[in-house]
Protein backbone atom coordinates (compact mmCIF):
# COMPACT_ATOMS: atom_id res chain seq x y z
CA UNK A 1 0.00 0.00 0.00
CA UNK A 2 3.05 2.46 0.83
CA UNK A 3 4.13 1.96 -2.72
CA UNK A 4 0.69 2.71 -4.33
CA UNK A 5 0.03 5.32 -6.80
CA UNK A 6 -3.40 6.37 -8.41
CA UNK A 7 -4.60 9.05 -10.38
CA UNK A 8 -8.55 10.12 -11.32
CA UNK A 9 -9.13 10.72 -15.10
CA UNK A 10 -12.78 12.87 -15.13
CA UNK A 11 -14.88 12.15 -18.07
CA UNK A 12 -16.99 14.83 -19.39
CA UNK A 13 -19.84 13.67 -21.67
CA UNK A 14 -22.54 15.14 -23.28
CA UNK A 15 -25.20 14.05 -20.21
CA UNK A 16 -23.16 13.29 -17.44
CA UNK A 17 -19.33 13.49 -16.24
CA UNK A 18 -17.66 10.34 -14.76
CA UNK A 19 -14.67 10.01 -12.58
CA UNK A 20 -12.48 6.66 -12.39
CA UNK A 21 -10.02 6.41 -9.80
CA UNK A 22 -7.12 4.33 -11.18
CA UNK A 23 -4.20 2.25 -10.17
CA UNK A 24 -1.38 3.19 -12.40
CA UNK A 25 0.55 0.28 -11.85
CA UNK A 26 -2.23 -1.76 -14.01
CA UNK A 27 -5.09 -0.03 -14.84
CA UNK A 28 -7.52 -1.14 -12.29
CA UNK A 29 -10.55 0.52 -11.93
CA UNK A 30 -10.63 0.57 -8.07
CA UNK A 31 -13.68 3.02 -8.39
CA UNK A 32 -16.28 5.03 -10.17
CA UNK A 33 -18.93 7.71 -9.64
CA UNK A 34 -21.48 9.20 -12.99
CA UNK A 35 -23.03 12.76 -12.07
CA UNK A 36 -26.14 13.60 -14.66
CA UNK A 37 -25.80 17.21 -14.88
CA UNK A 38 -29.62 18.55 -13.36
CA UNK A 39 -29.88 21.43 -15.21
CA UNK A 40 -29.19 19.68 -18.49
CA UNK A 41 -31.63 16.97 -17.79
CA UNK A 42 -34.68 19.26 -17.03
CA UNK A 43 -33.86 20.73 -20.99
CA UNK A 44 -32.96 24.49 -19.53
CA UNK A 45 -31.02 26.70 -21.86
CA UNK A 46 -31.90 24.64 -24.90
CA UNK A 47 -34.18 25.16 -27.77
CA UNK A 48 -33.71 21.91 -29.84
CA UNK A 49 -35.77 23.14 -32.31
CA UNK A 50 -33.11 26.49 -32.89
CA UNK A 51 -30.19 24.08 -32.83
CA UNK A 52 -29.54 25.86 -29.49
CA UNK A 53 -27.50 24.07 -26.77
CA UNK A 54 -25.89 25.31 -23.25
CA UNK A 55 -24.66 23.53 -20.25
CA UNK A 56 -24.30 25.92 -17.41
CA UNK A 57 -21.35 25.69 -15.40
CA UNK A 58 -22.53 24.92 -12.15
CA UNK A 59 -23.59 21.40 -13.98
CA UNK A 60 -19.84 20.81 -14.56
CA UNK A 61 -18.90 22.05 -10.82
CA UNK A 62 -21.21 20.15 -9.10
CA UNK A 63 -20.30 16.65 -11.14
CA UNK A 64 -17.27 17.69 -10.75
CA UNK A 65 -17.02 18.17 -6.50
CA UNK A 66 -19.72 14.67 -6.36
CA UNK A 67 -17.54 12.57 -8.91
CA UNK A 68 -14.30 12.45 -7.25
CA UNK A 69 -15.60 12.65 -3.75
CA UNK A 70 -17.49 9.27 -4.38
CA UNK A 71 -15.09 8.05 -5.82
CA UNK A 72 -12.69 8.19 -2.72
CA UNK A 73 -15.03 7.48 -0.85
CA UNK A 74 -15.92 3.99 -2.40
CA UNK A 75 -12.13 3.50 -2.42
CA UNK A 76 -11.64 3.81 1.28
CA UNK A 77 -11.96 7.30 2.36
CA UNK A 78 -8.54 9.05 3.86
CA UNK A 79 -7.02 5.72 3.22
CA UNK A 80 -7.19 6.30 -0.55
CA UNK A 81 -6.82 9.64 -0.53
CA UNK A 82 -3.49 9.72 0.39
CA UNK A 83 -2.05 7.70 -2.48
CA UNK A 84 -4.24 10.10 -5.34
CA UNK A 85 -0.83 11.65 -7.43
CA UNK A 86 -2.90 13.38 -10.42
CA UNK A 87 -6.12 14.06 -12.12
CA UNK A 88 -6.80 14.91 -15.64
CA UNK A 89 -9.90 15.96 -17.36
CA UNK A 90 -11.17 15.24 -21.04
CA UNK A 91 -14.30 17.26 -22.47
CA UNK A 92 -16.51 17.37 -25.22
CA UNK A 93 -15.58 19.69 -27.91
CA UNK A 94 -15.48 22.34 -29.13
CA UNK A 95 -17.79 23.48 -25.98
CA UNK A 96 -16.33 27.48 -25.70
CA UNK A 97 -18.07 30.11 -23.07
CA UNK A 98 -16.90 33.56 -22.17
CA UNK A 99 -14.74 34.59 -19.06
CA UNK A 100 -13.43 37.74 -17.73
CA UNK A 101 -10.32 38.48 -16.52
CA UNK A 102 -10.39 35.91 -14.09
CA UNK A 103 -10.82 33.15 -16.17
CA UNK A 104 -14.74 32.90 -14.71
CA UNK A 105 -17.38 31.93 -16.92
CA UNK A 106 -20.14 34.80 -17.02
CA UNK A 107 -23.08 32.56 -15.94
CA UNK A 108 -21.08 32.46 -12.43
CA UNK A 109 -22.15 35.80 -12.34
CA UNK A 110 -25.24 36.48 -10.64
CA UNK A 111 -26.19 38.99 -13.29
CA UNK A 112 -25.51 36.36 -15.90
CA UNK A 113 -26.95 33.61 -14.08
CA UNK A 114 -29.86 32.84 -16.36
CA UNK A 115 -28.61 33.89 -19.37
CA UNK A 116 -27.89 30.78 -22.45
CA UNK A 117 -25.23 32.68 -24.50
CA UNK A 118 -22.95 33.22 -20.97
CA UNK A 119 -22.95 29.85 -20.55
CA UNK A 120 -21.00 26.71 -22.29
CA UNK A 121 -21.67 26.46 -25.88
CA UNK A 122 -21.78 22.75 -26.41
CA UNK A 123 -20.08 20.96 -29.53
CA UNK A 124 -23.85 19.78 -31.20
CA UNK A 125 -24.90 23.74 -30.91
CA UNK A 126 -25.38 24.55 -34.20
CA UNK A 127 -26.72 28.22 -34.40
CA UNK A 128 -23.20 29.20 -35.62
CA UNK A 129 -24.02 27.99 -39.04
CA UNK A 130 -24.20 31.36 -40.75
CA UNK A 131 -20.72 32.23 -39.14
CA UNK A 132 -18.95 29.34 -40.37
CA UNK A 133 -20.21 29.79 -43.70
CA UNK A 134 -18.70 33.13 -43.64
CA UNK A 135 -15.41 31.99 -41.93
CA UNK A 136 -15.28 29.76 -44.85
CA UNK A 137 -15.99 32.73 -47.58
CA UNK A 138 -13.68 34.77 -45.51
CA UNK A 139 -10.81 32.38 -45.55
CA UNK A 140 -10.78 32.30 -49.36
CA UNK A 141 -9.13 35.99 -49.58
CA UNK A 142 -6.15 35.34 -48.23
CA UNK A 143 -2.95 33.64 -50.09
CA UNK A 144 -2.33 31.45 -46.71
CA UNK A 145 -5.17 28.67 -46.37
CA UNK A 146 -5.87 29.22 -42.77
CA UNK A 147 -8.28 26.18 -42.83
CA UNK A 148 -5.99 23.83 -43.95
CA UNK A 149 -5.01 21.75 -40.91
CA UNK A 150 -9.01 21.75 -40.40
CA UNK A 151 -9.93 19.71 -43.74
CA UNK A 152 -10.33 23.08 -45.45
CA UNK A 153 -14.33 23.61 -43.95
CA UNK A 154 -14.51 25.00 -40.53
CA UNK A 155 -17.61 24.10 -38.45
CA UNK A 156 -20.54 25.78 -36.81
CA UNK A 157 -19.44 23.55 -34.11
CA UNK A 158 -15.91 25.08 -33.10
CA UNK A 159 -14.21 27.95 -31.43
CA UNK A 160 -14.48 31.04 -33.67
CA UNK A 161 -17.88 30.38 -35.48
CA UNK A 162 -19.41 30.00 -31.98
CA UNK A 163 -17.30 33.07 -30.45
CA UNK A 164 -18.44 35.25 -33.25
CA UNK A 165 -22.12 33.91 -33.17
CA UNK A 166 -22.26 34.95 -29.21
CA UNK A 167 -20.83 38.55 -29.81
CA UNK A 168 -23.35 39.57 -32.12
CA UNK A 169 -26.72 38.08 -30.55
CA UNK A 170 -26.02 39.48 -26.91
CA UNK A 171 -24.43 43.19 -26.05
CA UNK A 172 -23.84 42.47 -22.96
CA UNK A 173 -21.72 39.23 -22.69
CA UNK A 174 -20.04 40.87 -25.77
CA UNK A 175 -19.91 44.29 -23.27
CA UNK A 176 -18.02 41.42 -20.59
CA UNK A 177 -16.37 38.84 -22.68
CA UNK A 178 -12.40 39.00 -21.91
CA UNK A 179 -11.44 35.85 -23.53
CA UNK A 180 -13.55 32.64 -24.90
CA UNK A 181 -12.16 29.08 -23.60
CA UNK A 182 -12.74 25.82 -24.01
CA UNK A 183 -14.30 23.60 -21.47
CA UNK A 184 -11.44 21.55 -21.67
CA UNK A 185 -9.24 23.90 -20.39
CA UNK A 186 -11.38 25.38 -17.77
CA UNK A 187 -11.54 22.83 -15.40
CA UNK A 188 -7.47 22.10 -15.31
CA UNK A 189 -7.33 26.18 -14.35
CA UNK A 190 -10.36 25.78 -12.19
CA UNK A 191 -8.73 22.91 -9.67
CA UNK A 192 -5.60 24.42 -9.32
CA UNK A 193 -7.02 27.63 -8.60
CA UNK A 194 -5.67 30.45 -10.64
CA UNK A 195 -7.33 33.19 -11.30
CA UNK A 196 -5.79 35.28 -13.91
CA UNK A 197 -7.13 33.98 -17.77
CA UNK A 198 -3.75 35.09 -19.31
CA UNK A 199 -2.18 32.33 -17.51
CA UNK A 200 -4.38 29.63 -18.54
CA UNK A 201 -2.74 26.47 -20.46
CA UNK A 202 -4.16 26.22 -23.37
CA UNK A 203 -4.96 22.22 -24.49
CA UNK A 204 -3.39 21.81 -27.78
CA UNK A 205 -5.70 19.33 -29.18
CA UNK A 206 -8.37 22.26 -28.34
CA UNK A 207 -6.83 24.77 -30.04
CA UNK A 208 -5.49 23.18 -33.17
CA UNK A 209 -8.69 21.30 -34.11
CA UNK A 210 -10.82 23.81 -33.70
CA UNK A 211 -9.60 26.89 -32.98
CA UNK A 212 -7.11 27.57 -36.20
CA UNK A 213 -3.95 27.02 -33.96
CA UNK A 214 -1.31 25.63 -35.95
CA UNK A 215 2.93 25.48 -35.62
CA UNK A 216 3.07 26.86 -39.06
CA UNK A 217 1.19 29.81 -38.35
CA UNK A 218 3.28 30.36 -35.11
CA UNK A 219 -0.24 30.45 -33.07
CA UNK A 220 -3.45 31.36 -34.14
CA UNK A 221 -4.42 33.39 -37.82
CA UNK A 222 -2.64 36.76 -37.69
CA UNK A 223 -5.11 39.62 -35.95
CA UNK A 224 -5.92 41.07 -39.56
CA UNK A 225 -8.08 37.30 -40.86
CA UNK A 226 -10.18 37.93 -37.56
CA UNK A 227 -10.45 41.93 -38.08
CA UNK A 228 -11.84 41.61 -41.36
CA UNK A 229 -13.78 38.99 -40.51
CA UNK A 230 -16.06 40.80 -38.31
CA UNK A 231 -14.97 44.16 -36.63
CA UNK A 232 -16.80 42.86 -33.35
CA UNK A 233 -13.49 40.53 -32.89
CA UNK A 234 -10.98 42.67 -33.09
CA UNK A 235 -8.36 42.83 -30.33
CA UNK A 236 -9.44 39.10 -29.41
CA UNK A 237 -6.48 37.34 -30.47
CA UNK A 238 -4.41 39.46 -28.32
CA UNK A 239 -6.73 37.78 -24.74
CA UNK A 240 -6.39 34.45 -26.02
CA UNK A 241 -3.23 32.46 -27.05
CA UNK A 242 -0.21 31.61 -28.97
CA UNK A 243 1.28 28.89 -26.68
CA UNK A 244 -0.71 25.37 -26.61
CA UNK A 245 0.94 22.29 -24.66
CA UNK A 246 0.27 18.51 -24.91
CA UNK A 247 -1.60 16.47 -22.55
CA UNK A 248 1.12 14.78 -20.88
CA UNK A 249 2.22 18.55 -19.20
CA UNK A 250 1.10 19.87 -16.20
CA UNK A 251 -1.39 22.65 -15.69
CA UNK A 252 -0.56 23.18 -12.02
CA UNK A 253 -1.11 21.58 -8.34
CA UNK A 254 -4.29 21.36 -6.58
CA UNK A 255 -5.35 24.42 -5.06
CA UNK A 256 -5.54 24.36 -1.38
CA UNK A 257 -9.68 25.22 -1.65
CA UNK A 258 -10.01 22.66 -3.97
CA UNK A 259 -8.11 19.99 -2.38
CA UNK A 260 -10.31 20.68 1.05
CA UNK A 261 -13.35 20.62 -0.83
CA UNK A 262 -12.26 17.06 -2.05
CA UNK A 263 -10.24 15.63 0.64
CA UNK A 264 -6.64 15.24 -1.29
CA UNK A 265 -3.41 16.68 -1.16
CA UNK A 266 -2.15 20.24 -2.65
CA UNK A 267 1.14 18.08 -3.82
CA UNK A 268 -2.29 16.31 -6.99
CA UNK A 269 -0.84 17.62 -10.07
CA UNK A 270 -3.61 18.29 -12.72
CA UNK A 271 -2.77 17.50 -16.44
CA UNK A 272 -3.87 20.15 -18.98
CA UNK A 273 -7.03 18.74 -20.52
CA UNK A 274 -7.82 17.28 -24.40
CA UNK A 275 -10.63 16.28 -25.83
CA UNK A 276 -12.60 13.29 -24.85
CA UNK A 277 -12.19 11.16 -28.00
CA UNK A 278 -8.67 12.10 -28.04
CA UNK A 279 -7.94 10.84 -24.90
CA UNK A 280 -10.53 8.37 -25.05
CA UNK A 281 -8.25 7.04 -28.13
CA UNK A 282 -5.08 7.08 -25.78
CA UNK A 283 -7.31 4.41 -22.95
CA UNK A 284 -7.99 2.50 -26.02
CA UNK A 285 -5.12 1.86 -26.66
CA UNK A 286 -4.54 3.36 -30.01
CA UNK A 287 -1.88 2.58 -32.75
CA UNK A 288 -0.72 3.95 -36.23
CA UNK A 289 -3.40 3.81 -38.75
CA UNK A 290 -5.90 2.50 -36.60
CA UNK A 291 -8.97 4.40 -36.68
CA UNK A 292 -10.30 4.93 -33.06
CA UNK A 293 -13.90 5.12 -33.07
CA UNK A 294 -15.58 6.62 -29.86
CA UNK A 295 -19.39 6.21 -30.74
CA UNK A 296 -21.63 7.54 -28.40
CA UNK A 297 -24.44 10.44 -28.73
CA UNK A 298 -21.65 11.32 -32.05
CA UNK A 299 -18.53 9.77 -33.10
CA UNK A 300 -15.54 10.93 -32.97
CA UNK A 301 -12.68 9.07 -35.30
CA UNK A 302 -9.22 9.09 -34.33
CA UNK A 303 -6.11 8.59 -35.98
CA UNK A 304 -2.23 8.94 -35.55
CA UNK A 305 0.23 8.44 -37.68
CA UNK A 306 4.39 9.50 -37.47
CA UNK A 307 5.08 13.06 -38.30
CA UNK A 308 7.17 11.72 -40.73
CA UNK A 309 4.63 10.12 -42.90
CA UNK A 310 2.34 12.74 -42.62
CA UNK A 311 4.55 16.03 -43.80
CA UNK A 312 3.31 17.74 -46.53
CA UNK A 313 0.14 15.74 -46.70
CA UNK A 314 -3.07 17.24 -45.94
CA UNK A 315 -6.58 15.53 -45.53
CA UNK A 316 -8.76 17.39 -46.77
CA UNK A 317 -12.79 17.34 -45.64
CA UNK A 318 -11.84 16.33 -41.77
CA UNK A 319 -11.89 18.30 -38.43
CA UNK A 320 -8.62 18.30 -38.26
CA UNK A 321 -4.57 17.35 -38.05
CA UNK A 322 -2.42 18.51 -35.54
CA UNK A 323 1.08 17.46 -34.27
CA UNK A 324 0.49 16.42 -30.82
CA UNK A 325 -3.23 16.33 -30.45
CA UNK A 326 -2.90 13.07 -29.05
CA UNK A 327 -0.05 11.44 -28.50
CA UNK A 328 2.67 13.70 -28.07
CA UNK A 329 5.20 13.41 -31.03
CA UNK A 330 3.06 11.95 -33.50
CA UNK A 331 0.30 13.69 -35.87
CA UNK A 332 -3.47 13.58 -34.41
CA UNK A 333 -6.04 13.27 -37.43
CA UNK A 334 -9.98 13.89 -36.20
CA UNK A 335 -13.29 12.80 -38.02
CA UNK A 336 -16.41 12.23 -36.79
CA UNK A 337 -20.26 11.77 -37.25
CA UNK A 338 -22.66 14.88 -35.65
CA UNK A 339 -25.33 12.20 -34.79
CA UNK A 340 -24.52 8.61 -34.13
CA UNK A 341 -26.41 7.12 -30.35
CA UNK A 342 -28.51 10.49 -31.05
CA UNK A 343 -30.09 8.53 -34.36
CA UNK A 344 -31.00 5.68 -32.52
CA UNK A 345 -32.20 8.03 -29.46
CA UNK A 346 -34.29 9.92 -31.52
CA UNK A 347 -35.97 6.89 -32.99
CA UNK A 348 -36.47 5.83 -29.68
CA UNK A 349 -38.55 8.74 -28.89
CA UNK A 350 -40.24 8.89 -31.43
CA UNK A 351 -41.84 5.79 -31.44
CA UNK A 352 -42.15 5.79 -27.05
CA UNK A 353 -45.14 9.00 -27.86
CA UNK A 354 -48.07 6.83 -26.53
CA UNK A 355 -45.65 5.33 -23.79
CA UNK A 356 -44.68 8.98 -22.94
CA UNK A 357 -47.95 10.92 -23.37
CA UNK A 358 -50.76 8.38 -22.93
CA UNK A 359 -49.75 5.77 -20.57
CA UNK A 360 -49.66 8.58 -17.38
CA UNK A 361 -53.32 8.91 -18.52
CA UNK A 362 -54.46 5.27 -18.47
CA UNK A 363 -57.42 4.35 -16.37
CA UNK A 364 -56.62 0.28 -15.77
CA UNK A 365 -53.23 1.39 -13.99
CA UNK A 366 -52.29 3.55 -11.04
CA UNK A 367 -49.62 5.97 -11.55
CA UNK A 368 -46.71 4.34 -9.86
CA UNK A 369 -47.28 1.11 -11.99
CA UNK A 370 -47.60 3.49 -15.14
CA UNK A 371 -44.34 5.12 -14.35
CA UNK A 372 -42.41 1.73 -13.73
CA UNK A 373 -43.82 0.46 -17.23
CA UNK A 374 -42.91 3.33 -19.04
CA UNK A 375 -38.83 2.62 -17.86
CA UNK A 376 -39.43 -1.16 -17.99
CA UNK A 377 -40.40 -0.71 -21.90
CA UNK A 378 -38.03 2.21 -22.35
CA UNK A 379 -35.21 -0.30 -21.43
CA UNK A 380 -36.16 -2.93 -23.86
CA UNK A 381 -36.94 -0.85 -27.08
CA UNK A 382 -33.44 -0.75 -28.77
CA UNK A 383 -32.28 -4.41 -27.68
CA UNK A 384 -35.05 -5.75 -28.96
CA UNK A 385 -35.58 -3.87 -32.37
CA UNK A 386 -31.70 -4.81 -33.22
CA UNK A 387 -32.82 -8.48 -32.34
CA UNK A 388 -35.65 -8.35 -35.06
CA UNK A 389 -34.01 -6.07 -36.99
CA UNK A 390 -31.19 -8.78 -37.46
CA UNK A 391 -33.56 -11.36 -38.36
CA UNK A 392 -34.70 -9.24 -41.17
CA UNK A 393 -33.36 -11.49 -44.61
CA UNK A 394 -30.40 -8.94 -45.75
CA UNK A 395 -31.64 -9.64 -49.35
CA UNK A 396 -34.72 -7.73 -48.53
CA UNK A 397 -33.97 -4.02 -47.93
CA UNK A 398 -35.61 -1.25 -49.62
CA UNK A 399 -35.53 1.24 -46.91
CA UNK A 400 -32.44 3.44 -47.45
CA UNK A 401 -31.53 6.24 -44.85
CA UNK A 402 -29.29 9.01 -44.39
CA UNK A 403 -27.16 9.27 -41.38
CA UNK A 404 -27.31 13.41 -41.45
CA UNK A 405 -29.94 13.77 -38.35
CA UNK A 406 -27.73 16.62 -36.98
CA UNK A 407 -26.01 17.76 -40.06
CA UNK A 408 -22.08 16.29 -41.55
CA UNK A 409 -19.24 16.43 -39.45
CA UNK A 410 -17.18 14.52 -41.97
CA UNK A 411 -16.53 14.45 -44.87
CA UNK A 412 -16.67 17.54 -45.74
CA UNK A 413 -18.55 19.23 -42.49
CA UNK A 414 -22.02 20.93 -43.44
CA UNK A 415 -24.19 21.12 -40.36
CA UNK A 416 -27.09 22.43 -42.49
CA UNK A 417 -27.94 19.28 -44.16
CA UNK A 418 -30.68 16.94 -42.82
CA UNK A 419 -31.46 13.28 -42.85
CA UNK A 420 -33.50 11.57 -44.94
CA UNK A 421 -35.18 7.84 -45.39
CA UNK A 422 -36.33 6.34 -48.71
CA UNK A 423 -38.31 2.86 -49.88
CA UNK A 424 -40.92 3.39 -47.02
CA UNK A 425 -43.85 0.69 -47.70
CA UNK A 426 -46.93 -0.22 -45.79
CA UNK A 427 -44.88 -3.01 -45.13
CA UNK A 428 -41.69 -0.53 -43.20
CA UNK A 429 -42.20 -1.57 -39.54
CA UNK A 430 -40.42 -0.41 -36.31
CA UNK A 431 -37.10 -2.71 -36.74
CA UNK A 432 -37.19 -2.35 -40.80
CA UNK A 433 -37.62 1.04 -39.92
CA UNK A 434 -34.37 0.92 -37.48
CA UNK A 435 -32.34 -1.07 -39.55
CA UNK A 436 -32.43 1.45 -42.42
CA UNK A 437 -30.80 4.10 -39.83
CA UNK A 438 -28.49 1.51 -37.82
CA UNK A 439 -26.81 0.48 -41.40
CA UNK A 440 -27.09 4.35 -42.76
CA UNK A 441 -24.92 5.40 -39.36
CA UNK A 442 -22.50 2.49 -40.15
CA UNK A 443 -22.60 4.06 -44.11
CA UNK A 444 -21.49 7.24 -42.77
CA UNK A 445 -18.87 5.80 -41.07
CA UNK A 446 -17.52 4.01 -44.01
CA UNK A 447 -17.79 6.87 -45.87
CA UNK A 448 -14.78 8.66 -43.38
CA UNK A 449 -12.48 5.62 -44.11
CA UNK A 450 -13.33 5.68 -47.52
CA UNK A 451 -12.09 9.79 -47.15
CA UNK A 452 -8.48 8.89 -45.57
CA UNK A 453 -8.19 6.18 -47.75
CA UNK A 454 -8.58 7.83 -50.83
CA UNK A 455 -6.14 10.95 -49.37
CA UNK A 456 -3.44 8.45 -49.18
CA UNK A 457 -3.88 7.25 -45.27
CA UNK A 458 -4.18 3.65 -44.83
CA UNK A 459 -7.16 2.49 -42.28
CA UNK A 460 -5.72 -1.04 -41.17
CA UNK A 461 -8.70 -1.43 -38.75
CA UNK A 462 -11.00 -0.16 -35.91
CA UNK A 463 -10.85 0.16 -32.42
CA UNK A 464 -14.68 0.73 -31.11
CA UNK A 465 -14.88 2.83 -27.59
CA UNK A 466 -17.95 3.92 -26.00
CA UNK A 467 -21.45 2.91 -25.02
CA UNK A 468 -22.85 1.47 -28.94
CA UNK A 469 -19.27 -0.59 -29.34
CA UNK A 470 -19.84 -2.25 -26.24
CA UNK A 471 -23.78 -2.46 -25.73
CA UNK A 472 -24.67 -3.61 -29.13
CA UNK A 473 -23.29 -6.15 -31.71
CA UNK A 474 -26.10 -5.94 -33.98
CA UNK A 475 -24.75 -2.10 -35.11
CA UNK A 476 -20.75 -3.54 -34.59
CA UNK A 477 -21.35 -6.39 -36.78
CA UNK A 478 -23.14 -4.54 -39.24
CA UNK A 479 -20.19 -1.99 -39.01
CA UNK A 480 -17.84 -4.44 -39.68
CA UNK A 481 -19.75 -5.56 -42.50
CA UNK A 482 -19.84 -2.20 -43.72
CA UNK A 483 -15.93 -1.59 -43.42
CA UNK A 484 -14.74 -4.98 -44.12
CA UNK A 485 -12.75 -4.60 -41.92
CA UNK A 486 -12.23 -6.08 -38.52
CA UNK A 487 -13.26 -3.88 -35.10
CA UNK A 488 -11.40 -4.78 -31.75
CA UNK A 489 -13.68 -3.71 -28.89
CA UNK A 490 -11.52 -2.19 -26.00
CA UNK A 491 -12.31 -4.06 -22.49
CA UNK A 492 -12.65 -0.90 -20.61
CA UNK A 493 -15.52 0.21 -20.02
CA UNK A 494 -14.75 4.12 -19.59
CA UNK A 495 -12.37 4.18 -21.81
CA UNK A 496 -12.27 8.01 -22.04
CA UNK A 497 -11.74 8.58 -18.41
CA UNK A 498 -8.58 5.63 -18.56
CA UNK A 499 -6.83 7.75 -21.35
CA UNK A 500 -7.39 11.17 -18.98
CA UNK A 501 -6.07 8.39 -16.14
CA UNK A 502 -2.77 7.16 -18.02
CA UNK A 503 -2.20 11.29 -18.80
CA UNK A 504 -2.32 12.39 -15.40
CA UNK A 505 0.11 9.53 -14.41
CA UNK A 506 2.69 10.58 -16.76
CA UNK A 507 2.02 14.90 -15.83
CA UNK A 508 2.47 13.40 -12.10
CA UNK A 509 6.12 12.25 -13.22
CA UNK A 510 4.90 8.49 -12.48
CA UNK A 511 5.70 7.22 -16.17
CA UNK A 512 8.10 9.53 -18.58
CA UNK A 513 6.02 9.55 -21.34
CA UNK A 514 2.28 8.42 -22.47
CA UNK A 515 3.48 5.16 -24.55
CA UNK A 516 4.75 3.70 -21.59
CA UNK A 517 1.29 4.51 -19.41
CA UNK A 518 -0.11 2.96 -22.19
CA UNK A 519 1.80 0.39 -22.16
CA UNK A 520 1.31 -0.24 -18.30
CA UNK A 521 -2.01 0.82 -17.85
CA UNK A 522 -3.99 -0.70 -20.81
CA UNK A 523 -6.48 -3.27 -19.96
CA UNK A 524 -6.41 -4.84 -23.29
CA UNK A 525 -9.79 -5.87 -25.76
CA UNK A 526 -12.58 -8.01 -24.79
CA UNK A 527 -14.08 -8.85 -28.43
CA UNK A 528 -13.14 -8.41 -31.83
CA UNK A 529 -15.69 -8.50 -34.81
CA UNK A 530 -14.99 -9.83 -38.54
CA UNK A 531 -16.91 -9.05 -41.69
CA UNK A 532 -19.16 -12.02 -42.83
CA UNK A 533 -18.42 -12.18 -46.07
CA UNK A 534 -22.07 -13.42 -47.36
CA UNK A 535 -23.16 -9.76 -46.48
CA UNK A 536 -20.33 -7.81 -48.14
CA UNK A 537 -21.54 -7.60 -51.22
CA UNK A 538 -25.19 -6.60 -50.51
CA UNK A 539 -23.99 -3.93 -47.88
CA UNK A 540 -21.19 -2.49 -50.77
CA UNK A 541 -25.16 -1.90 -53.16
CA UNK A 542 -26.14 -0.27 -50.31
CA UNK A 543 -23.61 1.87 -49.58
CA UNK A 544 -23.57 3.44 -53.70
CA UNK A 545 -27.57 4.12 -53.17
CA UNK A 546 -26.40 5.78 -49.79
CA UNK A 547 -23.54 7.90 -51.88
CA UNK A 548 -26.41 8.33 -54.37
CA UNK A 549 -29.15 9.69 -51.85
CA UNK A 550 -26.69 12.14 -49.91
CA UNK A 551 -25.82 13.66 -53.93
CA UNK A 552 -29.19 14.33 -54.45
CA UNK A 553 -29.92 15.64 -50.90
CA UNK A 554 -27.40 17.58 -50.91
CA UNK A 555 -28.13 19.23 -53.95
CA UNK A 556 -31.59 19.92 -53.05
CA UNK A 557 -30.81 21.56 -49.96
CA UNK A 558 -28.43 24.13 -51.62
CA UNK A 559 -31.47 24.98 -53.93
CA UNK A 560 -33.73 25.50 -50.39
CA UNK A 561 -32.10 28.75 -49.48
CA UNK A 562 -33.34 29.87 -46.47
CA UNK A 563 -32.97 33.04 -44.54
CA UNK A 564 -30.95 33.26 -41.40
CA UNK A 565 -32.52 34.79 -38.24
CA UNK A 566 -30.16 36.58 -36.04
Not at 66 to 93: L, M, P, Q, R, W
Not at 181 to 199: M, N, R, T, Y
Request: charged share 20%.
Amino acid sequence: MSTANYVIGVDYGTDSVRSVLVDTADGKEISSSVFLYPRWQKGLYCKPSQNQFRQHPLDYVEGLTHTIKECIAKAGGENIAAFVKGISVDTTGSSPVAVDETGTPLALKPEFAENPNAMFVLWKDHTAVKEAAEINNHATKFPINYLKYVGGIYSSEWFWSKLLRTLRVDAQVRKNTVSWVEHCDWIPFLLSGQSDIKDMKRSRCAAGHKALWAEEFDGLPPEEFFATLDPLLKGFRASLFNDTYTSDVSAGNLSSEWAEKLGLSTDVVIGVGAFDAHMGAVGGQIEPYYLSKVMGTSTCDILVAPNKDIEGKLVNGICGQVNGSVIPGMAGLEAGQSAFGDVYAWFKNLISWPINNLLSESTLIDEHTALALKEELEKKIIANLSKQASELPIDDYPELALDWLNGRRTPDANQELKGAITGLSLGTDAPRFFRALAAATCFGAKSIVDRFEDQGVPVKGIIGIGGVAKKSAYIMQMMADVLEMPIRIHRFEHTCALGAAMFAAVAAGIYPDIETAMAAMGTGFEKEYHPQIQNTKIYRQHYQQYLGLGRYIEKYNKKDVKPYLS
